[in-house]
């Protein structure tokens, strides 16, 4: 059973995202790996964001975690637009 887009539900005062076979709760190191990368984007350091979404990419990927796996390679992607067009 999969999840709509943004789909969470809370379980012990604790945000999960579920989604097809795997769910993550906020101090998964998959999601604070993400979150890293994201602070990394918005700070302009898009080398940094770049290495850490390719990691996160590569262990969405593995766990077959694919909501999170397609965030994480388009966020990947769109690092290079930035890249490109940064001062």
């Known amino acids: 059973m999969g999840c709509t887009l943004g789909a969470t539900s809370t379980s012990h005062d604790c945000l999960v995202v579920v989604c097809d076979c795997c769910s993550y709760t906020a101090e998964a190191p998959e999601m604070q790996m993400r979150r890293l990368a994201d602070l990394a984007f918005m700070f302009q350091l898009y ?19 694919w909501l999170h796996f397609a965030g994480a390679m388009v ?13």
């Open 75 to 87: 966020l990947n992607h769109s690092h290079d637009i930035f890249r490109r067009y940064s001062i």
């Open 47 to 65: 080398e940094l964001a770049y290495q850490i979404y390719h990691a996160a990419k590569k262990d969405f990927n593995n766990e077959h975690a």
